[in-house]
């Protein structure tokens, strides 16, 4: 099973960042910036620290594997920087008719982006086990180590559908 964490796409955003809520399973890891005390100035004009940051991979709802780094602060939502996503080597195209996505240059994997209110979001579905400590630190305490990826996968065309049919999957 998985989880999915909506990610807000925002072209103002310095970094992506997301609050320690998100993927409470993987752990806060110290950086040099959260060591520094380096914050962030959110939309209100409100300073918050950077706590750290997560690694989080998963797959989109095309079945793809993600992969982004999160850097923890004190906000509402995840929202993905589009020029960490582009230093990355993503395309990031916004369009009304052709419809708007996130492109792996090298790959060619497609993240399609759905508008809602003119603000562009995904969803990047996570193994269930990393939605919760309590699910992470039973998964790490058993003997048998079994990739979360791969029951994904088989499972993904079921899930798919399931999110595609919610009327506010956001």
Not at 35 to 42: C, F, V, W
Request: proline share 4%; charged share 25%; aromatic share 4%.
């Amino acid at each position: 099973e998985r989880v999915g964490i909506e990610v807000t796409v925002d072209s103002g955003a310095v970094d992506t960042v997301g609050p320690p809520t998100v993927a409470p399973g993987i752990p806060i890891r110290e950086t040099a910036a959260s060591r520094s005390g380096m914050h962030y100035r959110a939309a209100n004009n409100m300073n918050t620290p950077n706590l750290g940051e997560k690694k989080i991979e998963g797959i989109n709802e095309e079945g793809q594997d993600v992969g982004m780094t999160i850097q923890v602060a004190k906000v509402n939502k995840v929202l993905a920087s589009v020029g960490r996503m582009c230093e990355a080597g993503n395309k990031v195209v916004f369009d009304d008719e052709e419809g708007s996505y996130i492109m792996n240059k090298k790959a060619g994997q497609i993240t399609k982006l759905e508008q809602r209110n003119c603000v562009y979001k995904f969803n990047l579905m996570i193994p269930k086990e990393l939605s919760s400590v309590e699910n992470a630190n039973s998964r790490s305490s058993s003997s048998t180590s079994v990739n979360p990826m791969i029951a994904i996968r088989n499972r993904y065309d079921a899930l798919a559908e399931s999110f595609r049919r919610q009327d506010d999957a956001w």
